[in-house]
């Protein structure tokens, strides 16, 4: 079950951030563990008195992260893929994009050793 999520009108982050890294965080400490469902978008915004785009937006980007994976009309549920309760977001976040990139490079036709040897260009080293 979530736990309680607090946000800070007067902070220069935005609602949508703010509740996306206390999820994370929350899965990070184990407080939320995979298959547990959020609550829905609606309910959430109702309890925080903030607008349910402001939800879905941060839902949506949890998604991305591979953090939470929506399910239709099931609901919204942290991803068995940070079971061992490390995820960060921007982890996950590197993990999102890393799997975008393998999938462009293999469309592209470049074996495995020139996209690696290309992201450690990328990164200096």
Do not use: C, H, K, W
Request: glycine share 10%; no cysteine; net charge neutral.
């Amino acid at each position: 079950m979530i736990d309680a999520i607090v946000l800070d009108p007067a902070s220069s982050e935005p609602p949508f951030a703010q509740l996306r890294v206390q999820i994370t965080d929350q899965v990070a400490r184990g407080v939320l563990v995979p298959g547990d469902r959020l609550p829905t978008v609606r309910q959430l915004a109702g309890d925080l008195g903030i607008a349910p785009n402001t939800v879905a937006r941060a839902y949506r980007e949890l998604e991305g992260d591979g953090v939470l994976e929506g399910r239709g009309r099931a609901g919204t549920f942290v991803r068995a893929a940070v079971a061992d309760g490390r995820a960060t977001s921007a982890g996950a976040s590197a993990r999102a994009a890393a799997q975008r990139y393998a999938e462009l490079t293999r469309s592209l036709g470049l074996p495995p050793d020139e996209a690696l040897a290309v992201v450690r260009q990328a990164l200096g080293t």
